[in-house]
T-cell receptor, first 114, second 114 residues
């Protein structure tokens, strides 16, 4: 079974631009969650989607948004990029809803904001 | 407040030596506990998890962890470290509550001397 895939793997943007990251979960998994990983803040939860509905949201500004499609694929969008948005963005999938379940992580998208 | 601490930011061990990575948590509910490993440039991989039952949990790659409720700890151990174990290790805590969230520790970086 293929693992979680994230595209693109690397991305360079400039301040003020917007970006869309994509995540394809493991086949059969309906829960997709997103995390931001930085050296200073560590792993921080962004949001969780299950069956196209956002179940859970972390403490991030409204510039961070996401959605999930009927095939469980998910996208994350960040508008008006700031330098501090530079991070590794990780997507994880799970067969069940709820972050307390085992999650399967993708390799991440490395976003650099200049 | 809910929190997870990993007291050791960085640990260096010789190949073949034993390993113990510490994790302490503060969580009001009955915790679900996880250890994840992250190799450079990769996403997180689950090593083991504790939900209930036997407090000594066996995981992949020869790792084990012991849940000690009285000490609020969930330390990860391996009897003999291999060079390929060099990575970042994250302890995580969750709970099946209405808040439905998981908290990751700051991580411990493991270096292995051949």
């Amino acid at each position: 079974k293929a693992g979680v895939t994230q595209t693109p793997r690397y991305l360079i943007k400039t301040r003020g631009q917007q970006v869309t990251l994509s995540c394809s979960p493991i086949s059969g998994h309906r829960s997709v969650s997103w995390y931001q990983q930085t050296p200073g803040q560590g792993l921080q939860f962004l949001f969780e989607y299950f069956s196209e509905t956002q179940r859970n949201k972390g403490n991030f500004p409204g510039r961070f948004s996401g959605r999930q499609f009927s095939n469980s694929r998910s996208e994350m969008n960040v508008s008006t990029l700031e330098l501090g948005d530079s991070a590794l963005y990780l997507c994880a999938s799970s067969p069940k809803a709820g972050l307390y379940n085992e999650q399967f992580f993708g390799p991440g998208t490395r976003l650099t904001v200049l | 407040a809910q929190s997870v601490t990993q007291p050791d930011i960085h640990i260096t061990v010789s190949e073949g030596a034993s390993l113990e990575l510490r994790c302490n948590y503060s969580y009001g509910a009955t915790p679900y506990l996880f250890w994840y490993v992250q190799s450079p440039g990769q996403g997180l991989q689950l090593l083991l998890k504790y939900f209930s039952g036997d407090t000594l949990v066996q995981g992949i790659k020869g790792f084990e962890a012991e849940f000690k409720r009285s000490q609020s700890s969930f330390n990860l151990r391996k009897p003999s470290v291999h060079w390929s174990d060099a990575a970042e290790y994250f302890c995580a805590v969750g709970a099946e509550t209405s808040y439905d969230k998981v908290i990751f520790g700051p991580g411990t970086s493991l270096s292995v001397i051949p």
